[in-house]
C-alpha cells in the first residue's frame, strides 16, 4: 500500500485517527464497491482501535433489509465460520431488528 507523505509540519507518521481517515478514503477511491472496499476499510478501523475482527452493514431501503457487505479479521484468528455465518445475516427491518431503539410502540429502525 502506498504510504501518505507528511504533510503540513506531520511527523513521518500520521496521527493515528488520520492515518485511518486516510486509509479508509482511498480503499473507497480505489474500489469499484463498497463491498470491495470494506475489507481494507475494516482493517484500518480494527487495527486503529486493536480490534480482532470487525463488519461492516449496510441499510438497503428498498428491500427494508440490514446485510454484511465486508469483514476483516486478524490473520491467524479461527474467525472463518464467524466471518461466514455474519456474511450470510441479513436482518428484516422491524422488532428485534438490531440497531433498533425508542420506546415500545414507536416506529424505528432503517426503513422509517
Known sequence: MDERPAQNGESGSAQP???VLFETTQALAESATLEEAA???????CEALNWQCGAI???NRAR????CVGTWGVPGLPL?????ITMAQTFQNGPGCPGESGPAGSQ????T
Open 39 to 45: 475489507p481494507r476499510m475494516l482493517k484500518a478501523v
Open 17 to 19: 485517527h488520520q492515518r
Open 80 to 84: 472463518d465460520e464467524f466471518m461466514t
Open 64 to 67: 427494508k433489509i440490514l446485510r
Open 57 to 59: 452493514w449496510q441499510v
Open 108 to 111: 424505528s429502525g432503517f426503513g
